[in-house]
């Protein structure tokens, strides 16, 4: 798994982190190499800007890997595959 934040200049910074923190004011992007899925995570309180850049850097990883679903996923509404990606659930 790859993971990325999306910073104030809407650029994808490779987190180096074995365990990422989802933070409500991030914007963090997942790549599931296992499921070929790129998970969007918006935190809650990630501002507009964040988010929308999110979607778009998100989009431009889809033509590095042209086989892998985008999901977008809202904090508080994170599906059981994601979780389970990341440890947070069994």
Do not use: C
């Not at 910074?13 to 074995?18: C, D, P, S």
């Not at 991030?26 to 979607?55: C, I, P, Q, S």
């Not at 778009?56 to 595959?81: F, M, T, W």
Request: proline content about 3%; cysteine-free.
């Amino acid at each position: 798994m790859e993971t990325f934040e999306i910073d104030s200049d809407a650029k994808l910074i490779e987190t180096k982190e074995k365990h990422v923190k989802l933070d409500s004011t991030k914007v963090l992007v997942f790549v599931d190499h296992d499921e070929k899925v790129v998970y969007l995570w918006r935190g809650k309180n990630a501002g507009l800007f964040k988010r929308l850049m999110g979607t778009r850097v998100a989009a431009k990883l889809s033509h590095n890997y042209p086989d892998y679903r985008i999901r977008p996923v809202g904090q508080g509404h994170e599906p059981i595959a994601f979780l389970q990606l990341l440890g947070l659930k069994k």
